[in-house]
């Protein structure tokens, strides 16, 4: 089977460095395997999309001189393929409507941390672990719904699975490189929210789907989203899809150590073209053979 590869931003802001060095390692790694490469533009939330930053998305790349396989897959223009994976869930009694609002399972955490000091009370992401009101009070008529894994239900689902992943890792003694087997742990993420109020999927549900609709081998990510496999795993179990190889690299940080990301303002690759940088600049900052020695 030829290696499928994929790099899938958001478009709700600008590219920067860590971006370039992600987009970079995917381009790297399917052409060291002879495998494609293809773009996803994960737009699910229409609220902060936007369609120049898409533009700008596509310029970035092509400056870089990175090239893909394929059509672009556009995340929003395929909702019905969300929409019947969490059918499939619901039918089986794995999801539940939840109108619970932010700042009630903040609370709820706060007061679980208190009675339970032992026992985890955010998720891994740092979010505030849900405590399961509306499994116990369903939600009022009309009301705005998420809809939740019942993770309890899940792993009973999916028990006597294989609940691992191929991850690559480096030994930090020989400093080689080789992919490991590595077990995942999804019941720490909690009731995780699968249906956002305001969007009819959510990024874990919907990364999952593409990936096994786009036939994607190798999920080449950054290091800040190696907790979220062990739920995607689950998902992949439960929807009965494959589960592609994983790769989490390092983080791109400032000066002061903490990564880039668009929230923190971090410069774009925009202002480093307008800067004067060239794409074999960028590069070679990152790590990477300029492109003219890769078509030597």
């Known amino acids: 089977?030829?290696?499928?590869?994929?790099?899938?931003?958001?478009?709700?802001?600008?590219?920067?460095?860590?971006?370039?060095?992600?987009?970079?390692?995917?381009?790297?790694?399917?052409?060291?395997?002879?495998?494609?490469?293809?773009?996803?533009?994960?737009?699910?939330?229409?609220?902060?999309?936007?369609?120049?930053?898409?533009?700008?998305?596509?310029?970035?790349?092509?400056?870089?001189?990175?090239?893909?396989?394929?059509?672009?897959?556009?995340?929003?223009?395929?909702?019905?393929?969300?929409?019947?994976?969490?059918?499939?869930?619901?039918?089986?009694?794995?999801?539940?409507?939840?109108?619970?609002?932010?700042?009630?399972?903040?609370?709820?955490?706060?007061?679980?941390?208190?009675?339970?000091?032992?026992?985890?009370?955010?998720?891994?992401?740092?979010?505030?672990?849900?405590?399961?009101?509306?499994?116990?009070?369903?939600?009022?008529?009309?009301?705005?719904?998420?809809?939740?894994?019942?993770?309890?239900?899940?792993?009973?689902?999916?028990?006597?699975?294989?609940?691992?992943?191929?991850?690559?890792?480096?030994?930090?003694?020989?400093g080689a490189s080789r992919w490991i087997t590595r077990q995942v742990a999804p019941q720490r993420w909690g009731d995780a929210v699968l249906l956002r109020k305001d969007i009819a999927t959510s990024y874990h549900l919907s990364v999952v789907v593409d990936d096994a609709l786009q036939g994607v081998t190798h999920v080449v990510r950054g290091r800040d989203l190696e907790a979220a496999t062990d739920l995607h795993r689950l998902l992949q179990a439960l929807l009965g899809l494959p589960g592609p190889r994983y790769y989490h690299h390092d983080l791109v940080t400032d000066p002061d150590g903490a990564k880039l990301a668009k929230s923190r303002m971090s410069k774009p690759l925009r202002q480093w073209r307008e800067e004067g940088a060239t794409p074999d600049m960028i590069r070679t900052m990152l790590g990477f053979a300029p492109r003219e020695r890769q078509r030597q």
């Open 1 to 174: 089977m030829q290696p499928v590869f994929r790099f899938a931003p958001s478009p709700n802001g600008l590219l920067h460095l860590g971006h370039a060095y992600s987009a970079l390692l995917n381009e790297q790694e399917a052409r060291r395997l002879g495998g494609r490469l293809l773009l996803r533009i994960e737009d699910i939330d229409r609220l902060r999309s936007r369609n120049e930053h898409v533009q700008a998305i596509v310029e970035d790349l092509d400056w870089l001189g990175i090239a893909f396989d394929g059509a672009v897959r556009f995340q929003s223009a395929h909702m019905d393929d969300y929409r019947k994976a969490a059918d499939s869930l619901r039918e089986r009694g794995l999801l539940f409507a939840c109108d619970c609002t932010r700042q009630r399972v903040a609370r709820a955490a706060q007061e679980r941390a208190v009675c339970l000091p032992d026992q985890p009370s955010t998720d891994p992401d740092g979010a505030p672990l849900y405590a399961g009101h509306c499994l116990h009070s369903p939600p009022l008529p009309d009301q705005p719904v998420a809809w939740r894994l019942r993770m309890e239900n899940a792993l009973q689902a999916v028990a006597g699975h294989d609940l691992t992943y191929q991850a690559f890792a480096d030994d930090k003694q020989t």
